[in-house]
């Protein structure tokens, strides 16, 4: 026996109801991107904010800031930070179940390295203290530095008491990676040029680089 007609209609209507209360909480909620997803986790408790002591020994490494969501998951932001030159030179960022988190990103950012446990207020003023520093000599940060600094949420830099220091003796310097191609290295050479003057800063590249 067939369902009533009347009660079909209700079954559907009930159905379109609840549809239709989905897609008004997505729009609420907003769109469902990743720099959207780290914003919306900017609240939740920190989990990790560390950096390895290479940072001040060579100049660059990566600088980990991770919160543990209540559905189980963590978002988290690694910047690659230059205090030397460059700044943010590169960021990766995402939500992920903790599983995945724990083995493809925190795990593997330390298996060689010592970790140095970091306030979350010291954390953020010395990325953005380096990406200032950056910007003071014509050299802005990745990309998407400016989706994943959302993670920091209300995070008080000024509240830090630490002090750090950029560039190398007194001077910006450059240390030219594995998969920085001539024409960026040159281009980055010309920046420091341009601001700082032949002579106030220093390189280290692969290739001769061209200044002019």
Not at 23 to 29: E, G, I, P
Request: aromatic share 8%.
């Amino acid at each position: 026996m067939g369902l009533d007609p009347r009660k079909r209609q209700k079954k559907l209507e009930r159905r379109k109801s609840r549809a239709k209360a989905k897609k008004k909480a997505l729009a609420r909620r907003g769109p469902d991107t990743p720099a959207a997803r780290i914003q919306r986790a900017a609240t939740a408790p920190i989990l990790h904010c560390c950096t390895t002591d290479v940072l001040w020994d060579e100049g660059m490494s990566n600088v980990l800031v991770s919160r543990r969501l209540n559905n189980g998951s963590v978002a988290y932001a690694v910047f690659l930070l230059d205090i030397y030159c460059l700044g943010v030179k590169d960021v990766v960022f995402d939500v992920v179940p903790q599983s995945h988190y724990d083995r493809q990103v925190y795990d593997k950012m330390f298996e060689d390295y010592q970790i140095v446990e970091l306030q979350p207020e010291a954390m953020r003023k010395l990325i953005e203290g380096a990406v200032d520093y950056a910007r003071d000599i014509g050299l802005s940060p990745h990309a998407d530095y400016r989706k994943a600094k959302l993670i920091f949420g209300d995070i008080d830099a000024e509240s830090s008491a630490e002090e750090f220091v950029y560039g190398k003796d007194g001077q910006p310097f450059f240390i030219a990676g594995p998969h920085d191609s001539q024409t960026r290295c040159n281009q980055i050479i010309r920046a420091l040029a341009s601001h700082c003057g032949p002579d106030g800063f220093d390189y280290m590249t692969a290739l001769p680089a061209m200044a002019d």
